[in-house]
């Protein structure tokens, strides 16, 4: 099943429908059959055009539709913006104004929720204060934002169904002191066919190698040897962990702007909803960028390592020496010892009831904090899986894992909490509103496991 869905996965997402015909899914119909097929090229997904530049701001319509396309051999019946799975990617400069029109063409209600971005919150996409966009409607989203970051946008209401149909795209602000590399390849990496509603992929079985990227299997990007290569890794996975190995692998960004110092550790894990920014220098090989079967019984699962995409090495050339960030060596802020909120994680996957602090949203004691002042998170996790933690309106910095403080300063919204693990965040809110916090990996989330953190 997987050889085979792996060698006729060719071009299914990824292309927008203005793109040529040989992209088109219609193309993958004529192309399955005898001989294997090379694999598919490495694609970024369309960026969104600004649609007013005349203006400082970015404008631009984002509409969710049906739409028919194919993963692998399968035709099936998702979802997309603006016609493309994954959606445009909207890059901005810091504080350039947002300007966007929600269009819903779905039959049933949504929102659009940026993940990382602290937009003020009636624009944060919960349908906790805004009510959902009712299908036909549209809504007009408007905020700005300063700090550079490597973000998503998707649903988030029925989030479960919707983001596994399809509807999910890059958010980047783009940081003008980053060297410009060779290349930058956007990698937004997805597995399928996880929500409830399975009869809607027909005949798609989940496989944990099933991953695409950019909705191809296993892509190739030319390279030369001594060329610098940037690839932002985005997992919208609902459930599916990465964890990432390549040579000369080195993560320059987690989610929220560069870090002090690159980090050569591997692999480096991603759960859902997790990004990094990796740094890969090829010189005489290709390079393959591995991913490890990760179980969030949090560690290595049984089987080898698959390929997500390969570097195809077209000439040698001396290698990179490394992009030159101006690393800034920051150390992370002290703790300073006291706990203003605590989250407690539990649950297990028998009865499918995950808790924050033993309540199941949206039955939750809701935890206050003010804005414009620091304030210590302990995140502890009770339960026998990794939880990617993750929490809308404000960055966090990462304090501790289990009592370690990291060697150098880092900024997340996203975090991915191992077995048994106690992490301590340092959080400095600024926008008031009524924030979630929760699990991204989406069935747990579902099965209760999110609470919400009250500015104020
Ligand atoms: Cu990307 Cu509340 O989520
Ligand atoms: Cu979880």
């Known amino acids: 099943m997987i050889a085979l869905i792996s060698l006729v996965l060719a071009c299914a997402k990824g292309a927008d429908t203005d793109s040529e015909p040989t992209d088109s899914p219609q193309g993958v119909d004529s192309a399955v059959d005898s001989a294997p ?20 701001a970015f404008e631009l319509t984002l509409s969710a539709a049906p739409l028919d396309f194919s993963i692998g051999e399968l035709q099936v019946s998702g979802y997309a913006y603006n016609g493309q799975v994954p959606g445009p990617v909207i890059r901005l400069q810091p504080g350039q104004q947002l300007l966007t029109q929600i269009d819903n063409g779905l039959e049933d209600q949504t929102t659009v929720h940026w993940h990382g971005a602290n937009v003020p919150f009636e624009m944060d996409g919960v349908p906790w204060m805004s009510s959902p966009i009712q299908p036909g409607a549209s809504m007009d989203v408007d905020f700005t934002l300063s700090a550079p970051f490597t973000g998503w946008y998707h649903p988030h209401f029925d989030t479960e169904r919707q983001v596994d149909w399809g509807l999910y795209g890059v958010l980047i602000v783009q940081d003008p002191t980053w060297p410009t590399p060779d290349h930058e390849l956007i990698v937004v990496a ?27 299997s296993q ?13 932002r890794v985005v997992n919208v996975s609902n459930m599916g962990y990465l964890a990432l190995s390549a040579d000369t692998l080195r993560v320059v960004a987690f989610d929220q702007g560069l870090l002090p110092a690159p980090i050569t550790d591997s692999p480096v894990v991603l759960g859902p909803g997790d990004r990094a920014v990796l740094e890969l ?13 990760w179980s969030v019984a949090g560690e290595h699962a049984l089987g080898e390592p698959f390929e997500l995409m390969r570097l195809e090495l077209q000439e040698s050339g001396v290698q990179h020496p490394g992009l030159d960030f101006g690393w800034s060596g920051t150390a992370p802020t002290a703790d300073p010892g006291h706990t203003d909120l605590r989250y407690v994680f539990q649950g297990d996957e028998q009865t499918g009831q995950w808790r924050i ?6 039955d939750v004691t809701i935890g206050s904090i003010p804005p414009g002042e620091p304030a210590i998170i302990e995140v502890r996790n009770l339960s026998a899986t990794e939880h990617p933690f993750h929490l809308h309106g404000m960055h966090f910095e990462v304090l501790s ?3 370690v403080a990291p060697q150098h300063q880092r900024i997340e919204d996203t975090l991915n909490l191992e077995i048994r693990q106690t992490v301590r965040l340092l959080v400095n809110p600024e926008n008031a509103g009524d924030w979630m916090a929760h699990c991204h990996i989406l069935p747990h989330a579902e099965g209760g496991m999110m609470t919400v953190l009250r500015v104020e």
């Open 37 to 56: 097929q090379p694999p598919p090229l490495f694609q970024n997904p369309a960026e969104a055009v600004d649609q007013d530049p005349d203006t400082d």
């Open 281 to 293: 220098s090829p010189s005489d090989t290709d390079i393959v960028l591995w991913s490890q079967p």
């Open 190 to 216: 997805d597995t399928w066919g996880e929500s409830p509603d399975q009869g809607h992929h027909s005949g798609f079985v989940f496989q944990e190698h099933d991953w695409t990227v950019n909705g191809l």
């Open 357 to 362: 602090n033993g309540e199941a949203f949206p």
């Open 219 to 231: 892509p190739v990007h030319p390279v030369n040897g001594g060329e610098s290569v940037l690839v």
């Open 401 to 403: 894992i289990d009592g």
